[in-house]
């Protein structure tokens, strides 16, 4: 069990003592009450009274009304205090508890920062990687990343795409035999306008596509503001994109779900006017 959840254990258990307590200290001024009461009704008998019986009947009854108002008292005095002593511990165990808490966001943050740092060093890794290739002319409007799962549509796309006269880099046609699958796919993202980024469930479990995504996004980001990365839905959710990169799913994305290739392509044309 860790410390905050034995610190909550804790919690419950004392202010479960001072709702007990607190309920006793209740009852018993009820008792008390209730005992005034019936003193003032034997008083008032006593006063209406002559008959001696009557009269010490009601006295003994007084006595011992008197008697449960002391105990009735002590019950509440002794409760009250009880009260205080455990409100005390559980103010104590309260702030133990932020500290705890204090503790594990710390930690929390810590680690985000260092997957940031991580992050950070990979993306410059990438971009000095991209960089490093001989200055050349851009060659492609887009790039296209994708899994080789999808290739049954994404060979439309690319199809349709290159008769509308849109020049692309896709790998079945732009990774020659015994070429560097790595230096090819940086010519490639540095030489391209755009990336369209095809995003099924297939692809957010392939080592190049990660590759390609975080070069498009460095991309992106080392252009000034100008969009590179174009998302597009294939086959996916929008939990399931949001659980692969909360950023991506951000991004206006098609989906092949509604939008059609010619209109995909017609969008393409429209941005590289």
Same mark, same amino acid.
């Given at each position: ?20 307590? /607190? ?39 007084? /006595? ?15 409760? %009250? ?25 710390? +930690?929390?943050?810590? /680690? &985000? ?32 990343? &994708? ?8 060979? +439309? ?54 590759? /390609? ?5 460095? +991309? ?31 991004? %206006? ?17 429209? %941005?590289?006017?």
């Amino acid at each position: 069990m860790s410390s905050i959840s034995m610190i909550e254990s804790k919690i419950r258990r004392l202010q479960s003592d001072i709702n007990s307590n /607190e309920k006793k200290r209740m009852n018993a001024a009820k008792d008390e009450a209730n005992s005034f009461k019936k003193i003032n009704t034997a008083n008032s008998a006593i006063s209406r009274s002559k008959n001696s019986t009557t009269i010490n009947s009601k006295l003994k009854e007084i /006595e011992r009304e008197n008697n449960k108002i002391q105990k009735a008292k002590q019950t509440q005095a002794t409760c %009250l205090e009880k009260i205080l002593k455990v409100q005390a511990q559980l103010n104590k165990a309260n702030s133990d508890l932020i500290k705890e808490q204090q503790k594990v966001q710390s +930690k929390v943050l810590q /680690e &985000h920062q260092n997957k940031i740092e991580a992050f950070k060093t990979s993306q410059n890794i990438i971009a000095e990687s991209i960089n490093s290739e001989p200055a050349e002319n851009k060659e492609y409007d887009v790039f296209i990343s &994708h899994s080789a799962n999808d290739k049954d549509y994404v060979n +439309k796309l690319a199809e349709k795409l290159k008769k509308s006269g849109v020049k692309i880099w896709y790998d079945s046609e732009s990774i020659g035999w015994g070429a560097s699958i790595r230096t090819s796919i940086d010519k490639g993202l540095k030489n391209s306008k755009f990336g369209i980024v095809i995003i099924s469930t297939s692809f957010i479990e392939k080592y190049w596509t990660q590759y /390609e995504v975080d070069g498009l996004l460095n +991309k992106e980001q080392s252009s000034g503001g100008r969009i590179v990365f174009l998302p597009i839905w294939h086959n996916i959710t929008a939990d399931e994109v949001a659980n692969y990169s909360p950023s991506i799913s951000g991004k %206006l994305a098609l989906n092949t779900s509604y939008d059609t290739i010619d209109y995909i392509v017609e969008k393409i044309l429209e %941005l590289l006017k």
